[in-house]
T-cell receptor, first 118, second 107 residues
């Protein structure tokens, strides 16, 4: 596709269940980011991939959160044993990595996956 | 370290100007600006690199003061379409965003 695609767009789950959120970045984009946005709040950094590697996982809130990326393409964010505080929109963004040490290219965001934990 | 934006919110009349500031406690390599309209994904506005370079986008421009570790976004002659939340992002190996500035432009 032409843009970043995320699925599902909406997910309602019960507390304690596991969820998987998927991100299809723009083809050729080597950098991929996951952010969390709670209602009315800012963009909270979760994790960043360069290719299939995650140089920085420091934003993951707890060990219930994990992410992987394969084929320098699709990424999956998994939340285990979901809690009500996990309710948020999870945004994925990709970019052409440019001048890696000092800059990243323009980020293209997907529409997000809205997660509601009951 | 999350950059700090000010003000948190601003209300303008059409045609008025606004400035949104972004500051960091750490040295910056680059600063990004994004705008997010309600219910939509953030959209890129511009990137500023070291050197005090000023970039422009329509009637929206920005500056980057590397020594002060600050960037400012200037919106001139605001239009209704400028309403939204503006985020600055600072890059040090990863892109971290400020808490956002909510801008409302009224007729």
């Amino acid at each position: 596709g032409a843009g970043v695609s995320q699925s599902p767009s909406n997910k309602v789950t019960e507390k304690g269940k596991d969820v998987e959120l998927r991100c299809d970045p723009i083809s050729g984009h080597t950098a991929l980011y996951w952010y969390r946005q709670r209602l009315g709040q800012g963009l909270e950094f979760l994790i960043y991939f360069q290719g299939n590697s995650a140089p920085d996982k420091s934003g993951l809130p707890s060990d219930r959160f994990s992410a992987e990326r394969t084929g320098e393409s699709v990424s999956t964010l998994t939340i285990q044993r979901t809690q009500q505080e996990d309710s948020a929109v999870y945004l994925c963004a990709s970019s052409l990595e440019a001048q890696r040490e000092i800059n990243t290219g323009e980020l293209f965001f997907g529409e997000g996956s809205r997660l509601t934990v009951l | 370290q999350q950059p700090v934006q000010s003000p948190q919110a601003v209300i303008l009349r059409e045609g008025e100007d606004a400035v949104i500031n972004c500051s960091s406690s750490k040295a910056l390599y680059s600063v990004h600006w994004y705008r997010q309209k309600h219910g939509e994904a953030p959209v890129f506005l511009m990137i500023l690199l070291k050197g005090g370079e000023q970039k422009g986008h329509e009637k929206i421009s920005a500056s980057f003061n590397e020594k002060k570790q600050q960037s400012s976004l200037y919106l001139t002659a605001s239009q209704l379409s400028y309403s939204g939340t503006y985020f600055c992002g600072t890059y040090r190996g990863k892109l971290i965003f400020g808490q956002g500035t909510e801008l409302s432009v009224k007729p």
